[in-house]
């Protein structure tokens, strides 16, 4: 299954608990860090709630 790498650019200070809880969900410790999930339905539709906040790429 494909993985998709996620790095978390902007911080989530002003923006709505629930993003930041997202933010924590996906397994972020600290700002400018990367995650790499397998490529779900699920990790997709959280990656969007807080698309605005990351960057991320599907690798195969």
Request: no cysteine; proline share 2%.
């Given at each position: ?15 709505a ?8 969900a ?35």
């Amino acid at each position: 299954m494909a993985k998709i790498k996620v790095k978390w650019v902007k911080s989530a200070i002003g923006f709505a608990e629930r993003q930041k809880r997202t933010i924590k969900a996906l397994g972020f410790k600290k700002l400018q860090s990367t995650v790499e999930h397998e490529d779900t339905p699920q990790i997709r539709g959280m990656i969007e709630h807080v698309r605005h906040l990351v960057v991320w790429t599907v690798e195969d």
